[in-house]
């Protein structure tokens, strides 16, 4: 079982961040320029985390496109996230974006506390 979950909940046909696209990939990603799609997002941070945490770390995906569980609505209605939400262990953090150093130094700090 792994120590760590990160969950990206978010909309199927979004983009992964508030920025675009570009060639300086400030987000730590490779694989998935220039698509700035949050699926394809979600699949190259999958595989980097695999990659450099092997299965200490689970990325979950929540689409809310169609329904929105409880457990988020109550985080969208306290805590008024951006979108795409980065939880990591059932936290939420101010990210905001899908980028791979901000969520490893949450994964590297929700390790440590374990």
Do not use: Q, W
Not at 59 to 77: F, G, S
């Amino acid at each position: 079982m792994a120590e760590v979950t990160v969950e990206i909940v978010g909309f199927a046909e979004s983009e992964c961040g508030p920025f675009p696209c570009d060639e300086t990939r400030s987000c730590g990603l490779e694989t998935c320029y220039p698509s700035n799609s949050l699926m394809d997002a979600i699949s190259a941070l999958r595989d980097e985390l695999l990659a450099g945490y092997g299965d200490n770390v689970e990325v979950k995906t929540t689409l809310i496109d169609e329904e929105v569980p409880d457990r988020i609505k109550e985080i969208i209605e306290e805590r008024h996230p951006p979108i795409p939400i980065i939880l990591v262990n059932d936290r939420v953090t101010s990210i905001g974006r899908i980028s791979l150093d901000l969520i490893k130094e949450e994964i590297d700090y929700a390790l440590e506390e374990s």
